[in-house]
């Protein structure tokens, strides 16, 4: 050893503790060892493609078992392709071992890739996603709506992550008075389905929770299958309070977000979403309001005009017209009525006196103004013949202007011209022998 440093041992001499390799011998010695590998078929399912450079950077699950290996696929062979690959294929890739030396690091260098068919994870995704959709958890028709403004917002997410801090942050920024309650959940591996599902429970039970995010940031395909999981989709899907999806960005699409009621591409889009800017929400109020007050001043203006132009018609300038006009029929119409009534009295005053000649007309007394009488026996029935009253029967005989009695000396002669004397020296009294009914001449 000289100056406190080992000399490097001899390539082929085996390490010991005194004289161990260095680490470029060993990484040295592991990438030697593994290029005398050659290439392998592998067959498996992926769960990350990312293209950076035009290269492949991603990720292969076997399709039974919990195991992953990372592989590397250069621009150039890529080119070569004839399909298109995505995540969540099942491919088969001929590899071959690739240790970088500097690095320290193990991969799989991808010569060449074919399609195997739909994965066994993606399939059974697919089946779950057209039971669901079948069910009818999916139809739009059963999504509530979200609430304008939120007081308590209910955040389901890892604890210290940054789509915790990227919804609290947007969140506040927007509505300063917004309160969070935030249930913690692991959001990636075996014990995310049930720990997501006891935080959607717990908190749709608060009654002060209006609605629910559930946030997690971006990976890939499969640290994304806990959102993906049948319990955490039903268990949002019997959610009373809205839910909002938040999980990874815009290209990942884990079965929660169909059957969320709101799907936000990011956290930070889930805060804007959910959240009111209070700026904006200001100014709108702002612009409503001058709104309603130019209405309001517009229709003002068009009643004071309205009334101005009522104000200067004659009818309503100068209002005496209304009434003098209306004095004038009055007077008209109240001269026309004494006329007509006049008329009337005169036209009836007319009918009554002729009504009243024929009444007199008729009348016996016109008959005894005329010198008649009418005689009545002893009975007091009025005679109409001789026979009636014979010698000596009493009489009474009513005459113009008054009653006179008398005693029948019997029938008379025939001719009236000739009266007969009377014994008693009363007046004789003869009946009209022309049966006017008792009716005679009184002389």
């Not at 050659?38 to 493609?49: N, R, S």
């Not at 991808?110 to 697919?126: A, F, I, Q, T, W």
């Amino acid at each position: 050893m000289l100056g406190g440093r080992r000399e490097a041992p001899m390539t082929d001499a085996p390490a010991t503790r005194e004289h161990p390799w260095p680490v470029a011998l060993l990484s040295a010695k592991l990438k030697e060892y593994l290029d005398r590998l050659g290439t392998v078929w592998v067959e498996g399912e992926i769960t990350q493609w990312g293209v950076s450079g035009g290269n492949v950077y991603g990720k292969l699950k076997d399709l039974e078992t919990d195991a992953t290996i990372s592989f590397t696929m250069w621009s150039s062979v890529r080119a070569r392709l004839s399909e298109q690959f995505k995540q969540g294929d099942h491919a088969v890739l001929l590899a071959k071992p690739s240790w970088w030396v500097k690095g320290g690091t193990l991969s799989m260098q991808v010569y060449d890739m074919k399609h195997v068919g739909l994965g066994d994870l993606l399939e059974r995704l697919e089946r779950l996603r057209r039971q669901l959709a079948a069910e009818g958890l999916f139809d739009a028709d059963r999504k509530k709506r979200l609430p304008f403004l939120p007081a308590v917002v209910g955040l389901v997410t890892a604890r210290d992550s940054d789509a915790e801090q990227d919804v609290l942050r947007n969140a506040r920024l927007r509505w300063p008075a917004v309160e969070f309650r935030t249930a913690y959940a692991s959001v990636q591996g075996d014990r995310t389905a049930p720990e997501v599902v006891a935080a959607i429970r717990r908190l749709d039970a608060d009654p002060a929770v209006e609605v629910i995010i559930v946030a997690r940031g971006g990976g890939d395909f499969q640290n994304l299958l806990g959102f993906s999981d049948e319990r955490v989709v039903r268990a949002a899907a019997a959610a009373s309070t809205p839910i909002v999806s938040a999980i990874g960005h815009e290209a990942d699409r884990p079965l929660l977000d169909d059957v969320a009621d709101l799907r936000a591409s990011t956290p930070t889009d889930a805060a804007k979403r959910v959240v009111p800017d209070v700026a904006e929400e200001l100014l709108r109020v702002e612009q409503a309001r001058a709104r309603l007050g130019m209405r309001l001043s517009a229709l003002l203006s068009r009643e004071i005009d309205r009334i101005g132009h009522l104000r200067a018609r004659p009818a309503l300038a100068d209002a005496g017209w209304i009434v003098d006009r209306r004095a004038e029929d009055l007077t008209r119409w109240v001269a026309r009525g004494t006329e007509l009534v006049e008329r009337c009295i005169e036209k009836q005053a007319a009918r009554v006196g002729e009504l009243r000649g024929h009444l007199r007309a008729l009348s016996p007394q016109a008959t005894l103004d005329r010198g008649y009488a009418i005689v009545q026996g002893p009975d007091g029935h009025v005679l109409r013949a001789p026979a009636g009253a014979p010698e000596g029967a009493t009489l009474t005989l009513t005459l113009a202007e008054g009653v006179l009695g008398a005693v029948s000396t019997g029938a008379a002669p025939h001719d009236l011209r000739e009266p007969a004397p009377s014994s008693s020296g009363a007046r004789r009294s003869t009946g009209a022998d022309d049966g006017d009914g008792g009716v005679g001449d009184a002389e």
